[in-house]
């Protein structure tokens, strides 16, 4: 297992590898050979970045029975959009929109197990599904609910700027079928879940959106969320713990 960053130190973004509280930069995004620069930060210097930049983020709804509320569950996977500007990393403000503030708008997390692509990938199968993926982080799927039950489409819902934080690392090297998702606001739990609870596995996931859709280099999959997260507002913070991952954290606050 290796942890992946992605920061910023004077203006200039490199990836490293994370070690204790120690950052080596290597040279190059990870998901090729690199070398090490030679250069370590401490943690506490450096301002993290989400571990990826997507070019796009697929999220899968409705993928626990915990989160249904007596609704049947979906035959294949479903599987959305979000759009590359919501991604923010650890420490980052979830911004709640001006106009969702005005409107009364439930805002919900959603903690979910969130997988990085590290090879192009389309037409994957279950069998070799595995092999596009390059490590594993903390996803939350910020939601405005009332917008996602009465807007047409659900992008106003799920694509609002800051509703993905991604971080605080990428963890090679996990077994996705057996990985705790927990979410806490305000130190509270809200959620806590293991991915063998799935209903659509992460193999049968990348087998089904491949099928239709490229999944390139530093593309994100969301793989869904369990049990019923709760509202937040601004002034709450929100963590979303993935086991053998590590805490993303954010601060909620008002646009
Ligand atoms: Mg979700």
Redesign the pocket.
């Known amino acids: 297992m290796t942890n992946y960053v992605r920061f910023e130190n004077k203006g200039n973004i490199s990836f490293g590898v994370l070690e204790g509280d120690t950052v080596s930069e290597i040279s190059n995004a990870p998901f090729d050979s690199y070398q090490t620069t030679g250069e370590t930060f401490s943690l506490s210097n450096i301002k993290l970045l989400s571990p990826v930049a997507p070019n796009k983020v697929v999220?899968?709804?409705l993928n626990y029975k915990s989160h249904l509320g007596g609704r049947p569950g979906p035959e294949a996977p479903e599987p959305f959009l979000k759009a590359s500007t919501t991604v923010i990393g650890h420490g980052d403000d979830i911004v709640i929109p001006k106009i969702a503030l005005e409107e009364g708008v439930k805002i919900q997390p959603?903690a979910?197990l969130a997988l990085v692509i590290g090879k192009k990938c389309k037409g994957a199968t279950q069998a070799n599904a595995l092999d596009y993926v390059f490590a594993y982080t903390c996803g939350n799927?910020v939601?405005a609910r009332d917008w996602q039950q009465n807007d047409l489409q659900w992008t106003r819902a799920k694509s609002s700027d800051t509703f993905a934080p991604i971080g605080p690392w990428m963890t090679t090297g996990l077994d996705p079928t057996n990985i705790q998702v927990i979410c806490r606001v305000n130190g509270e739990e809200k959620q806590n879940q293991n991915t063998s609870d799935l209903l659509h596995p992460v193999t049968k996931i990348i087998e089904y959106v491949s099928a239709v859709i490229t999944l390139e280099v530093g593309d994100v999959i969301?793989t869904?969320?369990p049990g019923t997260p709760g509202d937040i507002h601004p002034g709450d913070t929100v963590e979303v713990e993935i086991g053998g991952v590590g805490v993303l954290s954010n601060p909620v606050v008002s646009g």
């Open positions: 999220a899968i709804g959603e979910e799927d939601s969301m869904g969320t």
